[in-house]
T-cell receptor, first 115, second 112 residues
Framework: AQSVTQLDSQVPVFEEAPVELRCNYSSSVSVYLFWYVQYPNQGLQLLLKYLSGSTLVESINGFEAEFNKSQTSFHLRKPSVHISDTAEYFCAVTEISGSARQLTFGSGTQLTVLP | SAVISQKPSRDICQRGTSLTIQCQVDSQVTMMFWYRQQPGQSLTLIATANQGSEATYESGFVIDKFPISRPNLTFSTLTVSNMSPEDSSIYLC?????????FGQGTRLTVV
């Protein structure tokens, strides 16, 4: 069975400061990793994903995440946040084996960017 | 990619009644997933719906409370039965297309 741990439930940060949202996972097989973002009163949107290849993946809005197999982590970072980045961020994992696909989500991290 | 149309987007229901949520996908998919997001919580998988067979429920969820239909490869419904205030949540359907999961906009349910 797979599991995801997001270590910080709330992260307040000032505008233009860097931020890191932490995610650790546990699985007995290889996995795909995802970060989803949920803006207030909106649905889930995929932010970025790691499938294979380069361990550093980037999104179009400046976020990046690095897959670290030895530490079983997939932390999300942004060097300079904006007010508009305020949202709930979910780390998720799915096992690669087989054709079935279901996501296991972490508990979420509320990022609040302060002016 | 996949586009999911989910409805209703929100509803306020009396306790003891039932609500059926519908999801329509713009492509054929083998599996559809139903999640619940309780206030301030993460997403929890309720069940996996396969076309032509009974849904597979996760621990803590039962068919009598959350019956699911999957009449074809593009459509599914989830019914929340005999509702209580504890059922107030956002319910989402999801499918995988390739290696990416797509979600409906969610149904925000309030039980009074």
């Amino acid at each position: 069975a797979q599991s995801v741990t997001q270590l910080d439930s709330q992260v307040p940060v000032f505008e233009e400061a860097p931020v890191e949202l932490r995610c650790n996972y546990s699985s007995s097989v290889s996995v795909y990793l995802f970060w989803y973002v949920q803006y207030p009163n909106q649905g889930l949107q995929l932010l970025l994903k790691y499938l294979s290849g380069s361990t550093l993946v980037e999104s179009i809005n400046g976020f990046e995440a690095e897959f670290n197999k030895s530490q079983t982590s997939f932390h999300l970072r942004k060097p300079s946040v904006h007010i508009s980045d305020t949202a709930e961020y979910f780390c998720a994992v799915t096992e690669i084996s087989g054709s079935a696909r279901q996501l296991t989500f972490g508990s979420g991290t509320q990022l609040t960017v302060l002016p | 990619s996949a586009v999911i149309s989910q409805k209703p987007s929100r509803d306020i229901c009396q306790r003891g009644t039932s609500l059926t949520i519908q999801c329509q996908v713009d492509s054929q998919v083998t599996m559809m997933f139903w999640y619940r997001q309780q206030p301030g919580q993460s997403l929890t998988l309720i069940a996996t719906a396969n076309q032509g067979s009974e849904a597979t429920y996760e621990s803590g969820f039962v068919i009598d409370k959350f019956p699911i239909s999957r009449p074809n490869l593009t459509f599914s419904t989830l019914t929340v039965s005999n509702m209580s205030p504890e059922d107030s949540s956002i319910y989402l359907c999801s499918v995988f297309s390739g290696t990416e999961a797509f979600f409906g906009q969610g149904t925000r349910l309030t039980v009074v």
